[in-house]
Each structure stands twice: as C-alpha cells, then as structure tokens.
C-alpha cells in the first residue's frame, strides 16, 4: 500500500494563503480515493476535502466550501489542497489520507474509518 507525506504547512496571516501537498510512494495512487483532515489542539480530526481517484468528483467540509480546492496528479502521485482566505480556526494539524475503497458519496469521503492509510501531519498556524 502507498506511504503518504505531507508537506507546505507553516505559519500565516489570517486572510493568507497556503498551498499543502502530499506525496504517495510504494503503491498505485490511482488506486486510491483521497482526504485532507485536520486535527485541531484538544479536538477530534475533521473532515476538510475529498477527491475520488479519477479526480472527477471533489468534496468539501462546509468550514471550508469556496475557500479551500482539493486536486490530484495521478501523474505524479501527489494530492494537493490549496487553502485561500484562511482564518484563525482553520488552525491545526492537517493530514492526507488514502483509502481504496469504492467511496460513493460525501458521507463515505467524510468518514474517518474509511482510510486505511495515512501520513504524519503538517502544521498550519493562522495568526497575525
């Protein structure tokens, strides 16, 4: 199975922008729907975004609709979430995950017992 990392986080200005990245190695990325979660200090891991393994299909927490865009390079095994327009609470440490099931709908992309799969975390801090 693939071994994802993650990369691109840092801190930044409420109102900024950050571009994450995540690299999968060992495995067919193809195979693979994808998530970016994030786990602030003292809460449960979220759901941010998820993308199917065709890239067709891209979901979205409401937190971060119309802010956030989730993309993948199945060329170069790589999943990315560009983050505009962030904010205080878009605080915490986010992480990218890979499940090979056949997700059909926002509820299965949302769920974190679904990935089987993930990498080591990349801070974000959003503060002036």
């Known amino acids: 199975q693939v071994q994802l990392v993650e990369s691109g986080g840092g801190l930044v200005q409420p109102g900024g922008s950050l571009r994450l990245s995540c690299a999968a190695s060992?495995?067919?990325?193809?195979?693979?729907?994808m998530g970016w979660f994030r786990q602030a200090p003292g809460k449960e891991r979220e759901f941010v975004a998820g993308i199917k393994w065709t890239g067709s299909y891209t979901y979205y927490a409401d937190s971060v609709q119309g802010r956030f865009t989730i993309a993948r390079d199945n060329a170069k095994n790589t999943v990315s979430l560009q983050m505009n327009s962030l904010k205080p609470e878009d605080t915490a440490a986010y992480y990218c995950?890979?499940?090979?099931?056949?997700?059909?709908?926002?509820?299965?992309?949302?769920?974190?017992?679904?990935?089987?799969?993930w990498g080591q975390g990349t801070q974000v801090t959003v503060s002036s």
């Open positions: 060992g495995g067919t990325f193809s195979d693979y729907a």
């Open positions: 995950a890979a499940s090979r099931r056949r997700f059909r709908e926002y509820s299965d992309y949302a769920n974190i017992n679904g990935y089987g799969v």
